[in-house]
């Protein structure tokens, strides 16, 4: 059988096994009878190394950028000119395939898509630029967020299916004007069998340092995360120790707020195949997001996702989809946003079998409920119906 092509634009992914977004080398890797190549900057968002070119993996050259100001909107629109012509001298595929955050993705999705009369699939990650408003970043009468809201009016009605990843957004997205049954829900998920560690607990604690009972932060640093919130509980529960690992463009502003805090400590980046060993080797996972409305209806955190596979129970500060979906799991504890600390004294009081049976159904429940497997073949459904379904092409 003649394998299709999809073509995937998504300005942060990452190779497999690379710190950073592996969700969709994840995802398309499940599906052998679809040929993947995928578009993403030269530059690991995570790490701040270059990224190679591999079988599938096409990075293409972005303009550098430090912090939250004109410079990533400019590295945000050079990936859409780099990415463009790269998709452009990509052989004619039966899909094309672009995940946001950002909208200037969407964009070049389209227009290769509209060249090669392809059929074009949006994926929203964030409410785009929704999000930017309810952190402070953009005011809905500035200029930047009225042309950005008509990109978003223009994408989501010209895409033959809207990819959510959290059924919140679904409203949201319509009211945008998309169809809705062009919708589809494929959130982010994870495979127990993916979380198996390289050696025994206690060596693993001793490699990185655990000797008490320890919560782990395993992913971004910037200004969605809310890790100030998590710097302030640490301060209340000294019986913990706190590791964040990761980076981002907060982290050493935050390793400056953390300055005295003895029960803190921050590691770098570390590959997605090691993620394993860092998780077995704690005793809880905990998941912060600043206090911002939106994030209660429209976020799918591949780390807590993460943390039920490997069996870590969880703590988050996050209501709403993420805390049902904790609570329905039996897999931890949930906070008000700002009462973060709450939940971490309960760690510190729990007995270890607590733990243990909190991450033993987590883990369960993601297997059997969305495991990176399910989420793949729901993608593949996805992708058929778009190439074979009526009114496929435009």
């Known amino acids: 059988m003649t394998q299709r092509r999809v073509l995937v634009f998504n300005h942060f992914a990452v190779p497999r096994g690379h710190p950073g977004g592996t969700r969709h080398v994840e995802l398309f890797g499940r599906l052998p009878e679809w040929s993947t190549v995928l578009i993403a900057a030269r530059r690991n968002m995570v790490t701040g190394q270059p990224q190679r070119a591999e079988p599938g993996f096409c990075p293409v050259a972005v303009t550098p950028y430090r912090g939250n100001g004109l410079g990533r909107v400019i590295n ?58 309810d952190m402070g970043r953009l005011t809905e009468a500035s200029l930047v967020y009225r042309a950005l809201e008509r990109v978003e009016r223009f994408l989501y009605r010209r895409a033959q299916r809207v990819v959510i990843m959290a059924p919140g957004v679904r409203a949201a997205v319509e009211n945008k004007g998309a169809h809705p049954e062009h919708i589809a829900f494929i959130p982010n998920g994870a495979d127990p069998e993916d979380f198996v560690p390289g050696a025994e607990r206690d060596e693993l604690r001793r490699r990185y340092g655990f000797t008490r009972r320890t919560v782990v932060y395993a992913g971004a640093h910037g200004p969605a995360n809310g890790l100030d919130l998590l710097l302030d509980a640490a301060k209340a529960v000294p019986d913990l120790d706190i ?13 400056a707020a953390a300055h005295g805090i003895r029960n803190v400590r921050f590691l770098d980046p570390v590959p997605k195949a090691e993620i394993p060993d860092v998780l077995h080797a704690a005793d809880v996972g905990v998941h912060v997001l600043a206090d911002v409305e939106l994030f209660r209806v429209g976020v799918s955190p591949n780390k807590v996702f993460d943390y039920m596979a490997a069996a870590l129970p969880i703590v988050t500060n996050s209501p709403g989809v993420v805390g049902d979906l904790v609570m329905t799991a039996g897999a931890g504890y949930v906070t008000a946003p700002v009462n973060l600390a709450h939940g971490l004294g309960q760690v510190a009081q729990a007995s270890s079998e607590e733990l243990a049976k909190m991450g033993a159904s987590g883990r369960r429940w993601i297997q059997q409920n969305q495991s990176r497997t399910a989420m793949a073949h729901a993608l593949g459904q996805l992708l058929v119906s778009v190439v074979d379904g009526p009114g496929a092409a435009r």
């Open 76 to 133: 945000w629109a050079s990936f859409a000119v780099t990415a463009t012509v790269a998709g452009l001298r990509q052989p004619r595929p039966d899909v094309v395939y672009a995940s946001s955050p950002h909208l200037l993705a969407g964009l070049s999705g389209w227009f290769v898509a509209a060249v090669r009369r392809a059929p074009f699939v949006l994926e929203v990650r964030d409410l785009w630029p929704r999000v930017l408003v």
């Open 243 to 255: 590791v964040l690992v990761g980076s981002g463009v907060e982290k050493s502003r935050l390793q």
